[in-house]
């Protein structure tokens, strides 16, 4: 089974600090993806990378980066939390292989609140 | 232009009882494929179902049934005899050679069964 763990169920931080959210899969995935979740909005993609140190931004980068220095971990980084980026966070990775008929497989994700 | 649109925002039924959740996709690519993923409490998005634009076959797994019509650009998902357990947000999901490795996903439907 394919495994994509989140380093966080639940996490709080403070406006202004630096976070980071990890995200684990244990399947050789190429691609991994970075997803924000809010209520009326659904699920919108704000970074993926295509495979290790490759990087796109998706319809929601401002306030973000990521980083992917291994395949299996694939990192989002807020530089300075701010208050309207309390969000779930989810995670996911897919193989680049059979294109766009492919299915994501998806992280418990991160609940982060900013304060 | 990609879009995925669930108009139901909020669904309730009583155990046992059948329901449907609409989905309606906009795509300028002639092959492309649909997805459905299931998001109990937990908050793991959890695969379901693909289906590719040259099969508009039904498709039937269990209580779970799939209605893909090209004409109508709809892929309805239709749970039978409803249970506890089904209770979750469901989204539906689309990609294609234009989109890349992205999907596009609806804001989802929640579903709620009553006991």
């Known amino acids: 089974d394919v495994k994509v763990t989140q380093s966080s169920r639940y996490l709080v931080k403070r406006t202004g600090e630096k976070v980071f959210l990890e995200c684990v899969q244990d399947?050789?995935?190429?691609?991994m993806f970075w997803y924000r979740q809010d209520p009326g909005l659904g699920l919108r993609l704000i970074y993926f990378?295509?495979?290790?140190?490759?990087?796109e931004k998706g319809d929601i980068p401002e306030g973000y980066s990521v980083s992917r220095e291994k395949k299996e971990r694939f990192s989002l980084i807020l530089e300075s939390a701010s208050t309207n980026q309390t969000s779930m966070y989810l995670c996911?990775?897919?193989?680049?292989?059979?294109?766009?008929?492919?299915?994501?497989?998806f992280g418990p994700g991160t609940r982060l609140t900013v304060l | 232009a990609q879009k995925v649109t669930q108009a139901q925002t909020e669904i309730s039924v009583v155990e046992k009882e059948d329901v449907t959740l609409d989905c309606v996709y906009e795509?300028?690519?002639?092959?492309?494929?649909l997805f459905w993923y299931k998001q109990p409490p937990s908050g793991e998005l959890v695969f379901l179902i693909r289906?590719?634009?040259?099969?508009?076959q039904n498709e039937i797994s269990g209580r779970y049934s799939w209605n893909f019509q090209k004409s109508t650009s709809s892929f309805n998902f239709t749970i039978t005899a409803s249970q506890v357990v089904d209770s979750a947000v469901y989204f539906c999901?689309?990609?294609?050679?234009?989109?890349?490795?992205?999907?596009?996903f609806g804001t989802g439907t929640s579903l709620t069964v009553i006991p």
């Open positions: 795509t300028r690519d002639t092959t492309y494929y």
């Open positions: 999901a689309l990609s294609g050679r234009s989109t890349g490795n992205q999907f596009y």
């Open positions: 990378s295509y495979d290790v140190k490759m990087k």
């Open positions: 996911a990775s897919r193989y680049l292989a059979g294109g766009s008929r492919v299915e994501q497989f």
């Open positions: 399947m050789d995935h190429e691609n």
């Open positions: 289906r590719n634009s040259f099969d508009e």
